[in-house]
């Protein structure tokens, strides 16, 4: 039941420090502060590659898990939407891990995608919320987030909880191949085991973020710019904006910006910046500057850092407390949900059940 709450997304968007926390204590023993034994079946010292693939927001996941297996364990990751990876015949190494992620574990292209891999002889790992799904079935591996069921149409505690386990299992990655040592692993985990504790402060913003989404929902496009792991963030606010609100939007890298899309910036033009104070920041200012001189409206979601040495004019400053560089795409999804949600709420949608969608796209 959605409880006290106008709809499931609200809910779910709201259960996330809880799930969270029941997800990460599967991956992380907090008290010795190292990757719980045998909680990552998977010997990434054996493989030299993950090829990866999933749909949509769960695609999404996966684009900043390369950013994460790549910078901590040294780790390459090809990844693809599963309806491309599963026609373009990549060629597949025996030495790389297949890696799914879903929340249904029934989505045809990325089961199709499995089935393909599998074919080919890789060992199979899934990030499933469905234990009993067709996906965690048929996989050798099975890392399960424990979101609960997700009711909304639009992911949201899944998303989350994919991220936290992609973040557990580069953190495991990285100390099974030696590109981290005892000490930084320890300080990966306490950095990890803090994410409920800043998603409830980022819940906090809610009110803020409702008289945001008021404006938003006046206007006929957006932009959503990031770098580094928050361009994959960009991607995922774009689409839970059209999915539920029916405004259109893009997500862009932020470096990308000039090379077309900076065409579109006008006074009409809200463009949401997702920045935190990280080593991508001083580049995502400096695109910020472009879209400001062009009269685009920006609305800034950064940390009290990023505010305080950012001098732009902005329509709107979202805050977030200053998070480790780890946590902060889990807990920047968190404005972005809200958005997103609020938008759609004064749009008057079906929040929940938003039309030509299904929770679980089983056909191609
Ligand atoms: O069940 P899955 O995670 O495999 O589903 C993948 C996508 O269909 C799903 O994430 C979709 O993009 C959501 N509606 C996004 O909010």
């Keep these: 039941s959605k409880g006290n709450h106008?709809?499931?997304?609200?809910?779910e968007i709201h259960e996330q420090p809880e799930v969270i926390s029941h997800t990460l204590a599967y991956y992380l023993d907090f008290s010795k502060g190292t990757i719980r034994a045998g909680s990552a079946p998977v010997d990434f010292a054996k493989i030299d590659r993950i090829a990866a693939s999933a749909c949509g927001t769960a695609y999404y996941a996966g684009l900043v898990g390369k950013y994460w297996f790549e910078h901590i364990a040294r780790l390459p990751v090809d990844i693809d939407v599963a309806s491309e990876f599963r026609y373009r015949e990549m060629p597949l190494s025996k030495d790389s891990l297949a890696l799914f992620v879903s929340q249904s574990g029934e989505t045809a292209d990325t089961l199709a995608s499995l089935r393909y891999c599998k074919q080919q002889g890789l060992s199979i790992g899934t990030i499933v919320n469905v234990r009993e799904s067709t996906m965690a079935r048929e996989s050798n591996t099975v890392f399960p987030t424990l979101a609960g069921p997700e009711v909304g149409v639009a992911s949201t505690k899944a998303f989350t909880c994919q991220l936290s386990v992609l973040a557990s299992l580069a953190v495991a990655a990285g100390k099974m191949r030696g590109t981290i040592n005892e000490e930084e692993e320890r300080q990966l985990v306490r950095e990890l085991s803090e994410i409920p504790r800043y998603a409830n402060q980022a819940l906090r913003l809610e009110e803020?973020?409702?008289?945001?989404?008021?404006?938003l929902s006046q206007v006929k496009h957006v932009l959503y710019l990031?770098?580094?792991t928050s361009f994959p963030l960009a991607l995922e606010g774009a689409l839970k904006?059209?999915?539920?609100?029916y405004i259109h939007a893009e997500g862009y890298a932020a470096g990308?910006?000039?090379?077309?899309?900076?065409?579109l910036i006008?006074?009409?033009?809200?463009?949401?910046?997702i920045a935190p104070y990280d080593r991508w920041f001083e580049k995502t200012v400096?695109?910020?500057?472009?879209?400001?001189?062009?009269?685009?409206k920006i609305i800034l979601i950064t940390d009290e850092k990023g505010a305080a040495a950012?001098?732009?004019?902005?329509?709107?400053?979202?805050?977030?407390p200053n998070t480790p560089e780890i946590i902060a795409p889990i807990i920047y999804a968190l404005p972005i949900q809200m958005l997103a949600y609020y938008t759609a709420v004064f749009m008057g949608t079906d929040v929940d059940q938003p039309r030509n969608l299904a929770k679980s796209v089983t056909v191609e």
């Design 256 to 263: 990308e910006l000039k090379h077309g899309p900076i065409a």
């Design 241 to 245: 904006l059209k999915e539920i609100s």
């Design 310 to 320: 950012s001098t732009l004019k902005t329509m709107h400053t979202i805050v977030l």
């Design 6 to 11: 106008r709809h499931f997304m609200e809910k």
């Design 286 to 296: 400096s695109n910020m500057q472009e879209v400001a001189a062009r009269g685009g």
């Design 208 to 215: 803020q973020i409702e008289t945001i989404s008021r404006d």
């Design 266 to 273: 006008d006074e009409s033009m809200p463009v949401i910046v």
């Design 226 to 228: 990031g770098r580094g």
